[in-house]
């Protein structure tokens, strides 16, 4: 009906600017690594395979239904992955979203796929993780609000920095939001990328290559 098709449409809009703010995250988060600009039309998204800037960092994002927090790295590989928790999340639930953020994060690093999330094998204390017998060192993410994550890497990063924001677009009055490493991340920066990000590369791909960043 009506209804239904307009909550499938607001789903679907959101679904959309999600995947828009984590592309343009990765940019933001790429030219301050590599003090380089890097197009929208860099990226790629290979059918058997994790996203890749050509050009640029590794890197890997994820989002929630407030947030988006990407992570870059120009020496490996690197999966990140973060699940809304809540100021109040009972134990139960933190131990699950810790297991379930850590599971992805590895996979994401190997460039594998949820339907391998079986194949995950995770340390007792979340430190590490194997994916087909390749070995992921696990990081704590713990600098986007009420929200749990990890970061896998095949030896552990240093972090030097965050590129973290709230989905929503938010008035000029509203001040930064504070990203990890104490650096503060302009949401109207973030707004213009993710204006350049429409269009200089949606308009101009697939479809399905939308889709597939959205589950990125």
Request: hydrophobic content about 45%.
């Amino acid at each position: 009906d009506d209804g239904w098709r307009a909550h499938h449409d607001r789903v679907e809009a959101a679904a959309r600017r999600a995947s828009l703010s984590a592309l343009g995250l990765t940019l933001m988060a790429a030219e301050r690594s590599s003090r380089s600009s890097h197009s929208p039309s860099a990226f790629s998204f290979p059918a058997d395979g994790k996203p890749v800037l050509r050009g640029g960092p590794r890197f890997s994002a994820s989002h929630t239904a407030s947030h988006v927090a990407c992570i870059v790295s120009p020496v490996c590989e690197c999966g990140l992955d973060i699940e809304e928790a809540g100021a109040h999340a009972d134990p139960d639930k933190v131990l699950k979203l810790e297991r379930w953020t850590a599971t992805e994060a590895a996979l994401k690093a190997a460039g594998q796929g949820l339907r391998a999330a079986h194949e995950v094998v995770l340390g007792d204390a979340l430190d590490v993780a194997l994916v087909r017998n390749e070995r992921f060192v696990l990081q704590v993410l713990d600098a986007v609000p009420d929200c749990i994550g990890h970061v896998a890497s095949p030896a552990g990063l240093t972090f030097v920095g965050g590129v973290l924001a709230d989905r929503e677009p938010v008035a000029s009055a509203r001040p930064p939001a504070q990203a990890s490493a104490g650096k503060a991340v302009d949401h109207r920066l973030l707004d213009e990328v993710v204006a350049r990000v429409r269009r200089e590369y949606v308009d101009k791909v697939p479809e399905a290559k939308m889709e597939q960043a959205a589950v990125e």
